[in-house]
């Protein structure tokens, strides 16, 4: 970890039929905002559940150790998103910056005693319902997408997260660990893609979608 700001934690008053501008203004003053170098350590794995986390800039990655040494990434979380989310007292997975990033935390109990706790409620639910969504679609694609199918579903979900910016901040072991593939699978799989001009990597880490069609055909 590089550097903690803390921010004031003064109590706000937020009605219940709040925006969620409000709500993550009032984040903001609870909150503390932390710099992390790349692959720092934001939580660890059956670590206690006490904060929520918001990815400000840069990236994280979950990820959860299994008991024979493998590692399996849980998920990407870019600018805006909202992590950490846990409905036992444990974290499942352990989170990661992907690079150097800035991450605003906050205690849940702060939230509790907070009277914007309605209003939170109601931000971490929608948060968790997108969670959900994830989830179900990370399973559907492990159990029942082919190689190609599930790195175009990947690309095609890194485009929408990302307002088509097409950048990879994670590795290509990072995406193999997510997909349950190989490294040299994915990499055979983005040179297919590449040759077959559905999309084009200018750069190790970007990328840009040359044929729409063809890759939401993929990832359908």
């Not at 959860?64 to 998103?81: H, I, K, M, S, T």
């Not at 950490?84 to 935390?105: I, K, Q, W, Y």
């Not at 890194?158 to 699978?185: F, H, S």
């Amino acid at each position: 970890m590089l550097a903690s700001m803390n921010s004031p934690r003064t109590k706000a008053t937020v009605s219940a039929d709040a925006t969620p501008d409000v709500a993550l203004d009032a984040l903001a003053r609870f909150g503390v905002r932390d710099s992390y170098d790349k692959d720092a350590e934001i939580y660890g794995q059956s670590e206690p559940v006490a904060r929520i986390y918001r990815v400000i800039s840069g990236a994280v990655r979950t990820t959860r150790l299994l008991a024979d040494g493998r590692r399996q990434v849980g998920e990407f979380y870019f600018p805006g998103d909202v992590f950490g989310l846990e409905t036992g007292p444990d974290h499942r997975f352990s989170a990661e910056a992907l690079c150097d990033s800035v991450v605003l935390s906050v205690k849940r109990s702060t939230l509790r005693e907070s009277n914007a706790g309605e209003v939170f409620d109601r931000m971490i639910w929608e948060a968790t319902v997108r969670e959900l969504d994830r989830s179900q679609d990370h399973v559907l694609m492990l159990g029942r997408k082919t190689a190609s199918e599930r790195v175009a579903s990947f690309l095609r979900g890194v485009m929408d997260r990302t307002d088509g910016m097409g950048d990879l901040p994670m590795t290509r072991q990072d995406i193999a660990d997510y997909l349950g593939l190989t490294i040299e699978t994915v990499s055979r799989m983005l040179s297919q893609l590449q040759s077959s001009a559905v999309v084009e990597f200018d750069a190790l880490r970007h990328f840009k979608v040359r044929n729409p069609q063809a890759l939401e055909r993929l990832a359908a």
